[in-house]
């Protein structure tokens, strides 16, 4: 069975940081291109980064500068550290898998989790 399962959201002060991680199952995460994108209930899907096939990682101008992606082949991982988190980042957060990126965007997407939540509040 393909699948990608996140985890490491939580609760967390604006400031603060939080690594997501995005665990594959049944399929290479190499073989991929692997993004992330948040999305909260009635409101619109927003894409946060997209690493290719190659390695390049791609993110949208909100976050960059305070996000980074990074990986672990071996766990066939994929992590999202946040830092300087702000509460407009609050969101569920999904990684999800398709063939290629288009800049920080993953089009055609074939393979996402079920969302991790993260709450930046005081």
């Known amino acids: 069975q393909l699948q990608l399962v996140e985890s490491g959201g939580g609760l967390v002060q604006p400031g603060g940081s939080l690594r997501l991680s995005c665990v594959a199952s049944?399929?290479?995460?190499?073989?991929?291109?692997i993004g992330w994108f948040r999305q909260a209930p009635e409101k619109a899907r927003e894409a946060v980064s997209c690493t290719d096939i190659g390695g390049t990682t791609y993110y949208t101008d909100s976050i960059k500068g305070r996000f980074t992606i990074s990986s672990d082949s071996a766990k066939n991982t994929i992590y999202l550290q946040m830092s300087s988190l702000k509460p407009e980042d609050t969101d569920v957060y999904y990684c999800a898998a398709a063939s290629y990126c288009s800049g920080y965007n993953l089009p055609h997407m074939q393979i996402w989790g079920q969302g991790t939540q993260v709450t930046v509040s005081s």
């Open positions: 049944g399929f290479s995460l190499r073989n991929n291109a």
